[in-house]
C-alpha cells in the first residue's frame, strides 16, 4: 500500500470527511483491521480565505506548495489537495513536486463518464464555478458544465465561506440549493457536481433528482486507488 499525502484544513470539516472516506475505502478493499497509509498537513484555513479573497494565488501557491514539500519529504507517495478550487493552482504544485498529484477534477470527469453523462451542472465557489481551470478540465473529458445564475453563485459562494466554513449547515439553505439544482437541471443538467467538499455535507445523493457527484468522495476513491494498485 502507498502512503497518501493530503493537505487538509480547507476547511477542517471536509477534511474530517476526507479522512473517514481514505479509511473507509481500504477497508472496503482490504478488510480486516485495514486502514489507509497517510500523512496529513493541515494548513490554517483563515490565510487561505484571505489570499483567495484578495485572488492572491501567489500567495497560495507558497503555502500549499510548502505543504506539498513537507508532505513528500515526509514519505508521500501521491499528493492530494483537500479542496476543489485550490486545484486552481494544481499545475503550480505539481511542477514542485516529484510525486503524483491525484486531480479532483480528473476524478470527477472519470465517475461521469462512467454514467455516459456529457452535461453536468457545477456547484462551488465563485472562483471553481466562473474561471476556466475547472471547466476546462471537464471539457478536456468530453464533459460540458452549466453553473447557476450570478445571484445564485453570490449565495452559494457566500454560505461556503460565511456558513460551511463554520460548521453551519442550515435548513433554508438546504432549501435554496435543491431550488437552484431544480432550476439546472430544467436547463438541461444531467447531474450536478457538488464542487466544493462541503457541500456533500448539506447535501446528499437521495435529495437530488439527477445524479450527485461527490467530489470528496470520488476523489478519494481516486487516490485509494492509486494506493492500492
Not at 481500504?26 to 484571505?50: M, P, Q, T
Not at 513537507?70 to 478550487?85: H, P, Q
Not at 477534477?105 to 466562473?130: C, F, N, P, S, W
Not at 438546504?174 to 437552484?180: M, V
Request: glycine share 6%; net charge negative; with cysteine.
Amino acid at each position: 500500500m502507498k502512503t497518501i499525502g493530503l493537505i487538509g484544513g480547507l476547511t477542517w470539516y471536509s477534511t474530517l470527511d476526507y479522512y473517514k472516506l481514505l479509511n473507509e475505502l481500504v477497508n472496503e478493499r482490504k478488510g480486516g483491521a485495514h486502514a489507509a497509509k497517510l500523512i496529513l498537513y493541515s494548513v490554517d484555513f483563515a490565510e487561505i480565505k484571505s489570499l483567495t479573497e484578495k485572488e492572491d494565488w501567489d500567495g497560495i501557491v507558497k503555502i500549499i506548495g510548502a505543504a506539498a514539500r513537507s508532505l513528500e519529504k515526509a514519505g508521500a507517495e501521491c499528493l492530494m489537495i483537500g479542496a476543489n478550487t485550490m486545484h486552481n493552482i494544481a499545475d503550480n504544485i505539481e511542477a514542485m513536486i516529484q510525486i503524483p498529484l491525484i486531480h479532483i477534477a480528473d476524478a470527477v470527469a472519470a465517475e461521469i463518464q462512467k454514467q455516459h453523462l456529457t452535461t453536468i451542472a457545477l456547484l462551488g465557489t465563485k472562483y471553481t464555478m466562473q474561471m476556466d481551470f475547472y471547466k476546462n478540465r471537464l471539457l478536456k473529458h468530453g464533459i460540458k458544465t452549466i453553473i447557476p445564475s450570478v445571484a445564485d453563485i453570490e449565495f452559494i459562494n457566500n454560505s461556503i465561506y460565511n456558513e460551511f466554513s463554520k460548521g453551519l449547515f442550515l435548513p433554508e439553505t438546504k432549501e435554496r440549493y435543491l431550488r437552484i439544482i431544480h432550476s439546472l437541471t430544467t436547463e438541461g443538467a444531467q447531474g450536478v457536481i457538488f464542487g466544493c467538499t462541503e457541500i456533500p455535507i448539506l447535501l446528499k445523493q437521495n435529495d437530488c433528482p439527477v445524479p450527485v457527484f461527490d467530489s470528496a468522495l470520488v476523489h478519494s476513491k481516486a487516490a485509494v486507488d492509486f494506493s492500492l494498485k
